[in-house]
């Protein structure tokens, strides 16, 4: 896989922008410089993120999202593999 994650991608498996497997690895954004861990959709080009607009919901069921502009970082989440850069799984003892 590529070590640069997608320009756009989307958490909603209709959009075209949808990628099991990328999401899969994990995908972490960083917007104006904040993490940011309820990302719905982002688009680094177009420099937006949509995040869901409290617990309001459409007709249909599916959260409303507002789309916020500012610079979007998108990175790869580390998975944490045990013993993997000299940590150690301490949670297996006895």
Do not use: C, K, N
């Given at each position: 896989m590529a070590d640069t994650p997608p320009d756009r991608l989307s958490l909603d498996p209709r959009s075209p922008h949808?990628?099991?497997d990328l999401?899969?690895?994990?995908?972490g954004i960083r917007f104006k410089g904040r993490e940011?861990?309820?990302?719905?959709?982002?688009s680094v080009s177009e420099r937006w993120i949509r995040v869901q607009a409290g617990k309001t919901v459409d007709r249909h069921?599916?959260?409303?999202?507002?789309?916020?502009?500012?610079?979007?970082?998108?990175?790869?989440?580390?998975?944490?593999?045990?013993?993997?850069?000299?940590?150690?799984?301490v949670g297996n003892e006895g």
């Open positions: 949808f990628d099991a999401l899969r690895r994990g995908i940011r861990h309820d990302v719905e959709e982002y069921g599916r959260p409303l999202t507002i789309r916020l502009t500012g610079e979007v970082e998108p990175y790869f989440v580390d998975a944490g593999e045990p013993g993997r850069d000299g940590e150690e799984d």
